[in-house]
């Protein structure tokens, strides 16, 4: 309880120091839980040997206690004030194994990292998320919005089912954490925290990186349009898939399922009832046009 009520003033007098009032559109929401913040450092298992990537640092919070654990942070914030802070508080307080970064995480590229732990910025849930996919990396512990974390681990069929669930089957498994009430911010968000762990999957060796791409691009397209028939949603959203013309692509998707009886039955489904191996068996089946 001192702890928790430590962290709580500690970042309030920061904060005041600064002069800084916190900005809601850059999803500005401080963690001044010290309980969960240890639950958050314990859950990354970490050694000297790793090294660590964080979305949207703050004031360090999380920062100062993962470059005491790890051989190395790398931090990514956006805000150029909140980031000069940060890093007057490092050299205050001697750490100098954190790289910061200056910049808008979904555009710079990511250095070479194997852990990803933050309490994220929530309006770039879905990009961030997508993006540090693409990266090799052994375990990520993350802090989402709950209901954005409720959906990573949507099954197909029901109405939540979405891309980052078609997605995520193939690159990671989820496992839910901790659920974090607002009061454990500065200032409380309206809704509920969750902290999740992606450990990345091996993917199916019969997979190709060139198929999984092909895959994303098919997911992609089909989500924009998840009530849709297969088909339509594909034509809809034929600009993901490479195509400008319409007429173009209903040829090819019709001399497709003349040839496929079974992309013929899927084309009819709607995208919210295929299973990601169906999504991949269509994508597999378009590969050769897309
Ligand atoms: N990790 C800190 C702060 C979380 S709030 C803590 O737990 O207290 C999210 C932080 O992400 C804010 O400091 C915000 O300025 C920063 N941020 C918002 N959008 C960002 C973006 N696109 N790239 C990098 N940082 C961003």
Redesign the pocket.
Known sequence: MQDQLSLAKE?KQILQNYGIRL?KN???????DDFK?KKIINYGNLTKEDVVL??????????IELAKRSKKVIA????TT?FNILKERLTAEDINNVELIN?????VDFPKFNKII????Y??SSP?TFKFLEYDFDLGIL?YQKEFADRMNIKVGTKRYSRLSAMLYYKADVEFLTKVSPES?IPSPKVDSAVVKLTPKEIDENISDQEYKIYSKVVKALFQHKNKKCKNALIDSRHIIGFKDKKELKQILKNAEENNEKLKEYFLERTINLYPEEIMEISTLLSEYI
Do not use: C, H, W
């Open positions: 970042t900005n850059l999803g500005q929401n401080y963690l001044i913040r964080e979305i949207g640092p703050g004031i360090g919070t999380l920062t990514i914030e956006q805000d909140i910049g808008d995480a979904v555009k933050s309490n994220l910025p309006q770039i961030i802090m911010f």
